[in-house]
């Protein structure tokens, strides 16, 4: 994608309200990105905000661009006052373990697989 591309893309976010996108740019490139939501499932709308779609692209990999993203997404919520973050994920449970995530529960989606959701206390 391109820079243009990417500003058009993500043009409907915010900084202080939801949805929230942080975008990676590398040799005017999008490298990568990560947004959070009010809720990204509803079946457990007490659960928020959601961090999601986490994103790098395959030539920016193995540059520790997702732990920077998600490290600025955390930092932003920590500004707007939030305490917690939740994520689900169907095949990254063990890459958000490695980083702190605390599992919370394993539930099933539409096409019955499991998803697992964790939670992250920003005041540690």
Known sequence: MTFNDVIDFFSNT???KFPIT???ILDHQCAG???VFENDYKERPHYKPWLASLYVEQNYRDRK???QLIEA???HLIVL???EVYLKT???SEYYKNRGWTFVESVMNNQNEDIN???YSLFK
Do not use: D
Request: proline share 0%; glycine share 8%.
């Open 90 to 92: 169907e095949n990254a």
């Open 22 to 24: 942080f975008i990676a």
């Open 65 to 67: 661009i997702g732990i």
């Open 33 to 35: 990105t990560v947004s």
């Open 73 to 75: 997404l955390l930092k």
């Open 117 to 119: 959701i964790f939670k």
């Open 81 to 83: 006052g939030f305490k």
């Open 14 to 16: 915010h900084s202080s």
